[in-house]
């Protein structure tokens, strides 16, 4: 809410009602995607809003009209939301429907609806493809769904592509061996004492 609050704020406050203009209906992009909603800004002057407030025109393909009323937007005064919905494809017209005495009503905006050009994902099941992707890649193609089977076919992937890791400890690294290396040296040094060698 306060987003947008404050994008209603920037576009009046960037480009507002031209002096003599009492109204104006514009639109922020003029291309939609389908299923997104398509909306509007209605500006007018406080003096302008005394009366009842115009409905706007929606002008489809087919030339057919639809009136829609514009909503209050938050506490800005004299901006109002028009929201058109979601809309099927094509070239769409907006304008401020001309009251009696109306004589600035040709504020109009044109914009159009297109269908979505993204990526569109395709997620069928493609044995060939799949069988050709990997054959190039060395891969092998496991027919059955058995865990087991492609727990054996990654462990011989891993056996295949790693080489030979040897890993050099030092005898010292080990608590045992010094232990055992301490204790003969005491023993020897123990023995040579008894015999009166030290």
Known sequence: SALWQSLIRWLVSSAGLAP????????????????EAVSAVLLMREEATQGPLPAIELIRPDNRIQNVTPVALGDEAGVYNVSFGTLPEGRYRARIAAGEGDEDAESAVAFDVRRHYGEQLDVRARPDLMARIARDSGGSVIESGDPAAVADRFRSHLARSRPERVRRIAAWDRWWVLAGVLALWACAWGLRRHTGLV
């Open 20 to 35: 003599g203009q009492d109204r104006l209906l514009r639109i922020d992009r003029v291309a939609w995607t389908a299923g």
